[in-house]
Nanobody, 123 residues
C-alpha cells in the first residue's frame, strides 16, 4: 500500500516556475514507478511525466517536454516535478501516481493516486 501526498502547487504568472513534490509512504517506494497526471476543468486526466523505479528512465508528454523535469529521491520517498516556462494552458490539478513495476501512459494503469494539488498560471 502506498499513500501519496502532493505539495507545491499555487498561482504563478506565465513564464514562471513551480516545483511540485510528492511524499510517499511505504517501505518499498524504490520499487514503484512514479508519475504525474493533470486534469484541467472540464477535461480528463492527462499524462504529464513518469519515472522508473531507479530514476534511470523518464518520459514526458509532448506538451511539457523541455519545460518540465521529473526526478525522485528514493532515500526521501519523494518524487518531484520541476515546471519551468509555465503557460496558462498548464493550469490544472496535478496528481501524483504510483504503480509497481514499469510505467504506462494511460491513467488506468496507475493504482495509487494522491489527492491533487492545484496549479494556476495567469496570463
Amino acid at each position: 500500500q502506498v499513500h501519496l501526498v502532493e505539495s507545491g502547487g499555487g498561482l504563478v504568472q506565465a513564464g514562471g516556475s513551480l516545483r511540485l513534490s510528492c511524499a510517499a509512504s511505504g517501505r518499498t517506494f524504490s520499487s514503484y514507478a512514479m508519475g504525474w497526471f493533470r486534469q484541467a476543468p472540464g477535461k480528463g486526466r492527462d499524462f504529464v511525466a513518469a519515472i522508473s523505479w531507479s530514476g534511470g528512465t523518464t518520459s514526458y508528454a509532448t506538451s511539457v517536454k523541455g519545460r518540465f523535469t521529473i526526478s525522485r529521491d528514493n532515500a526521501k520517498n519523494t518524487v518531484y516535478l520541476q515546471m519551468n516556462s509555465l503557460r496558462p494552458e498548464d493550469t490544472a490539478v496535478y496528481y501524483c501516481v504510483a504503480r509497481q513495476g514499469t510505467y504506462y501512459y494511460g491513467s488506468d494503469y496507475w493504482g495509487y493516486w494522491g489527492q491533487g494539488t492545484q496549479v494556476t498560471v495567469s496570463s
